[in-house]
């Protein structure tokens, strides 16, 4: 047994990236505001199985969840900056870095999850991937966080009416924060890691998350009123720092692709398992769920703002989007 040893070992010394005796094992860390067991959680666990699965045990993923690195701009910076090497971030602040993701944060562009996730999956998605290493990222796949839905303290909303002053927590991002100022809400950009307190301590009056997200960070024990208005779809990314990318060789990058896909189908199914459960989860809990709202009513309210996005997106790239079907 010593000979095996001792080639591992001068390949150790080669290679300069083992210890005791080990073959190159890079660890590469992820994080997420989300917890292990939620949408985000279970698309890092198979993503961490599949790529040591693929490249012999050579890659491991470490998660950090529960935004234990930060919030989500934070984490990009980061991975931007190769201090950080991975992340599952929800659009929400990517428009800062890659402007092309913004288009899809449009409210009640997406009929419903089968038209985005084809939308996400055909060709104006996968380009958009494309633009990533262009500003400094690297997208290995989409993801999904679902479809964003209005929870909060005061009111029941039926309407855009009852959105008159309320301040409600958005993300950092500017398409989220323009549809609720034509809704006449005063949106609140906040990092992820500070939602929780601000509901508590009322320094928002609600919020807007997707079901998984709701569930995952406990929202709803602070949240009295859920309104299933799903005005916008809030898709996710897998990011990879292009200095850790740069590291891969070709036969591996295609293990980090497969295991990409992989875990975007199990981020979905669970999206699936989440929306399917959900509610009763949330309505136990003591929340009121308004169920039925009519669109039409927040849709006409929104038209202004579709103003602004033409003029930005181009209203041509936004029908596009629009008519997939
Ligand atoms: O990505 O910040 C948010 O509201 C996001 O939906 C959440 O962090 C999951």
Not at 71 to 84: C, D, I, P, T
Not at 102 to 124: C, M, S
Not at 223 to 233: A, E, I, R, S
Not at 284 to 291: D, I
């Amino acid at each position: 047994m010593k000979t095996p040893r001792l080639v591992a070992s001068l390949i150790c010394a080669l290679t300069l990236t083992c210890s005791a005796g080990v073959l190159a094992q890079t660890v590469l860390k992820i994080g997420f505001t989300a917890t292990n067991d939620s949408h985000y959680g279970t698309a890092a666990n198979v993503f961490g199985e599949e790529l040591a699965k693929r490249t012999n045990g050579r890659y491991k993923l470490q998660n950090f969840p529960s935004s234990a690195l930060g919030g989500e701009r934070e984490m990009v910076e980061a991975v931007q900056l190769g201090s950080q090497d991975m992340v599952i971030t929800s659009t929400g602040p990517v428009g800062n870095f890659v402007p092309d993701t913004r288009v899809f944060d449009i409210p009640f562009l997406f009929r419903d999850y089968e038209h985005a996730r084809k939308v996400l999956d055909g060709p104006i998605g996968q380009e958009v991937l494309t633009r990533f290493p262009g500003k400094g990222l690297v997208a290995l796949s989409w993801l999904e966080n679902g479809f964003r839905h209005l929870t909060n303290n005061k009111q029941p909303i039926t309407g855009p009416e009852n959105l008159r002053g309320m301040k409600i927590r958005t993300m950092e991002n500017k398409v989220h924060m323009e549809a609720f100022k034509t809704l006449g809400a005063l949106p609140t950009p906040m990092a992820m890691n500070e939602l929780f307190t601000s509901l508590q301590q009322g320094t928002v009056d609600g919020q807007e998350n997707p079901i998984p997200v709701i569930l995952s960070n406990k929202l709803y024990t602070v949240q009295k009123h859920l309104t299933l208005d799903g005005h916008v779809y809030s898709p996710a990314l897998l990011l990879i720092s292009p200095t850790v990318w740069a590291k891969v060789s070709e036969a591996d990058r295609k293990a980090f692709q497969e295991a990409a896909r992989l875990a975007l189908a199990a981020n979905r199914k669970r999206v699936n398992e989440d929306e399917a459960k959900g509610i009763a989860i949330i309505r136990n809990a003591g929340v009121s769920v308004v169920e039925k709202v009519d669109l039409t009513r927040f849709q006409t309210a929104v038209a202004p703002a579709y103003a602004v996005y033409a003029k930005e997106f181009g209203a041509d790239r936004i029908k596009k989007i629009q008519d997939v079907k």
